[in-house]
């Protein structure tokens, strides 16, 4: 139902998973979630209410109940959707609900059981089974991220240092729009391998968390598949078309008991409200339609989604539901937030020849690669002419050439040409040997020419067999319509697929025509009405009037509703205002008390705020200029030395003064040829051996003290000694060896 030419609403569809033991234990209340498959409603009773009180009742584009499968889900509200990926359309799949409802579930299900895979493995399939299928003239090159926000923080999970890598940035291009800085992305050539990289991810995100459901209830798990598709168009040219998909398993969206927590806790449950709390912002304001703002820069999340609710996008929301009575107030808000997501119109478009393919750049780097391979190829076959011309014998029957074949003939004649020249050097180093007139030495030099010679042919292949390697490698990442990956599905399998899509096309279409059915009904009932009497008229107005008064008595008990849970959220965002406020003066009394207050300002001059990641951050302290000037150049070392040294320095060392101003050769390691000094334990001579050093200071003369040459002797204090004449010359060898 598009307002206008181009946009479209985000779709949105329900799914309750079956009652667990545990639930069902519990009582024979059974569930309070009903569905109408046929019309896309969801009935939802209030346990505590009276019996009388009517019940709730949403509709939405599908609903899935306990005993759906994955695969109609899939079928039905997501096929649609990679397809569009595939067509070049953004497209976002996002599972919301509480924890525990099957999120996860319908998102990744259960890998080892085909009729329990979820949504991202039945992509995976549909994806690489698509391009199989596709024409020949197609090429393909499928990529895949995936990140966690866990405490408002991105983080990479296909980064070996997941647990201990800084957090990642979020950035804006007007191209692609909101992106992460550095995620790693692998490029995946069959299903196999996107899933390995799913299962890489998977072991980060469950390495990272102490518990992981308490984990995956508090972090946000996106995976990303880009499929850029390479295609000739009418004009003989190239054209790209880059599709983005945003996989999206949610943290629980119920309320996180707060109360008298701290310190990390508190942060954490302060940001986990903020990111579902601004992704609730959001679809309301979209969903509205009249407030202009729409806050997507509150949180990471509600960022990485901004193309996905409002913007360039196709979006499903899965909105999973528990069927347990004591849940009741969080399935009611569930259902309100993907109500409300309704709403939201998007404006998909196709992404066609962006700046940034990397397709493109994998065909260029095949071009060159292909090129040089063409070019080596040349050459060797100029040197064999040229070989063939100085008349060594071979078998020489002329290769045909095709274009297609080029790695294999390069190959092939590389290793022709080396063999035939190594035979020719053989022969050559054969008559060199045998050569009976020539010198002992001339031999040996001639025959190492030879193998230098031999060397180098060697190297050259090696750097030829490199080389085709890289083109092999980087051809092989592209993938071929119908050429790369066997299709395991015979003919009857790919009808029933068709049939099975078909159908759920159909369904769809019932479901909707069934809503507007409904709809027009009750505008219509009236106008069909024609009353014999007096009696009848009164009775079908009192009848209507009865239906009218109920479902006032609906609006009136969602008001209420409504106000309550605005009323419960104000009291929650006080009660976090308040203990964050509560932090606050404790740190502000920490600042205030023990940090000077010249540090403080200090501080407080260089930290400005960065909008882009949300952070204060430190100016650098040298005024940034000009990018190049903001690095303090190392100076230059003075000619003749090998460190920067000051003028008075090297005036220092040259009149030998205190050798700190040495830059090197510190240490002295000449030989000490002063006799060992020995004494023996001659208490009374100490006394006078004390007397005689205080007057003579000459450590020759010190015969109770070992001698040691630290090199904070000053040569004057030394000036009779021996071993001043080392140190003298050492002073004096110093600019000499320092100019080495
Ligand atoms: P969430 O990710 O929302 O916290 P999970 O996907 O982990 O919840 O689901 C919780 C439990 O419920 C899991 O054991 C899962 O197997 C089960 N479950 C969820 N949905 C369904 C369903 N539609 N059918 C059967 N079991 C389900
Ligand atoms: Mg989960």
Known sequence: MSKNKGSESVKVVVRCRPLNRKEESNGPAGGIVQMDLRLGQVILRNPRASASEPQKTFTFDAVYDASSKQRDLYDESVRPLIDSALAGFNGTIFAYGQTGTGKTYTMQGVWLDPEKRGVIPNAFDHIFTHISRSQSDKQYLVRASYLEIYREEVRDLLDPNHGTARALELRESPDTGVYVRDLTSCVCKSIKEIEEVMNVGNQARAVGATDMNEHSSRSHALFLITVECSQPGPDGR????????????????????????????????????????????????????????????????????????????????????????????????????????????????????????????????????????????????????????????????????????????????????VKLEEQRLEREKEAIREDQFLLAEEKQRLLGEKERMMGDLRKEQEATEQLTAKYKAMESKLLVGGKNIIDHTNEQQKMLEMKRQEIAEQSRSEREMQQQMLVQDEETLELRETFTSLQQEVEAKTKKLKKLYAKLQCIKAEIQDVNDEHVRSRQELEQTQNELTRE????????????????????????????????????????????????????????????????????????????????????????????????????????????????????TKDRGVRKSRSWCQTPKSIASSSSNVSLAACHAATPTAAAQ
């Open 238 to 417: 190239k054209h790209i078309r880059v599709g983005r998909l945003n996989l999206v398993d949610l943290a629980g969206s119920e309320r996180q008991a707060k109360t008298g927590v701290q310190g990390d806790r508190l942060k954490e449950a302060a940001k986990i409200n903020l990111s579902l709390s601004a992704l609730g912002n959001v679809i309301s304001a979209l969903a509205d339609g009249r407030s202009g703002h729409v806050p997507y820069r509150d949180s990471k999340l509600t960022r990485l989604l901004q193309d996905s609710l409002g913007g360039n996008a196709k979006t499903v929301m899965v909105a999973t539901l528990g069927p347990a009575p004591q849940h009741y107030e969080e399935t009611l808000t569930t259902l309100r937030y993907a109500n409300r997501a309704k709403n939201i119109q998007n404006q998909p478009r196709v992404n066609e020849d962006p700046k940034d393919a990397l397709l493109r750049e994998f065909q260029r780097e095949i071009a060159r690669l292909r090129a040089q391979l063409n070019h080596r190829k040349w050459r060797s076959k100029q040197k064999k002419e040229q070989v063939e011309g100085e008349g060594w014998e071979r078998d020489g029957d002329e290769e045909t050439e095709g274009e297609d074949e080029v790695e294999v003939e390069v190959e092939k004649e590389a290793q022709e040409y």
């Open 584 to 699: 606050l003066k404790f740190k502000y009394l920490i600042i205030e008390n023990f940090i000077p207050p010249e540090e403080k300002n200090k501080i407080m001059n260089r930290l400005t705020f960065d909008p882009e990641e949300d952070q204060w951050k430190f100016q650098p302290l040298v005024p940034a200029e000009s990018k190049s000037s903001q690095m303090k150049k190392r100076p230059t070392s003075a000619v003749g030395y090998k460190r920067p040294i000051s003028q008075y320095a090297r005036v220092a060392i040259a009149m030998g003064a205190h050798s700190r101003y040495r830059a090197e050769n510190i240490m002295f390691l000449e030989l000490d040829m002063t006799p060992p000094n020995t004494s023996s334990l001659d208490r009374s001579t100490e006394a006078e051996q004390n007397q005689s050093r205080s007057v003579d200071n000459s450590p």
